[in-house]
């Protein structure tokens, strides 16, 4: 069993820059690739970015690509995700999940196994 508790979320202007943090409790965080999601209201949840837990570099969704960066640190059972050149359309609750030695299908929802109780971003214009 895995929990996932995300922080970092809050109020930014449009330009500037959150880091959120996901915290895992529970054993074996290594072999787990994670993710990070967001849900804006009335829109289905989508794909961010993940990081494999066999290393190599992470992947992004085109709207994440060059800048958001997302990054791990096994030491701390922690993935973090740094947002910067934020813009209104990036408002949604974000969520971390983690999904055991996940190789394809990083991008989809249902091959997570644990989530996080999401965290709210909001970017004002």
């Known amino acids: 069993q895995v929990q996932l508790v995300e922080s970092g979320g809050g109020l930014v202007q449009a330009g500037g820059s959150l880091r959120l943090s996901c915290a895992a409790s529970?054993?074996?965080?290594?072999?787990?690739?994670m993710g990070w999601f967001r849900q804006a209201p009335g829109n289905e949840r989508e794909f961010v970015a993940a990081?494999?837990?066999?290393?190599?570099?992470?992947y992004y969704a085109d709207s994440a690509k060059g800048r958001f960066t997302m990054s791990r640190d096994n030491a701390k059972n922690t993935v973090y995700l740094l947002m910067n050149s934020l813009k209104p359309e990036d408002t949604a609750v974000y969520y971390c999940?983690?999904?055991?030695?996940?190789?394809?299908?990083?991008?989809?929802?249902?091959?997570?196994?644990?989530w996080g109780q999401g965290t709210q971003v909001t970017v004002s214009s």
């Open positions: 529970g054993r074996s965080f290594s072999t787990y690739t």
């Open positions: 990081i494999s837990w066999s290393g190599g570099s992470p």
């Open positions: 999940a983690a999904g055991q030695r996940l190789i394809l299908g990083y991008r989809d929802e249902t091959r997570y196994d644990y």
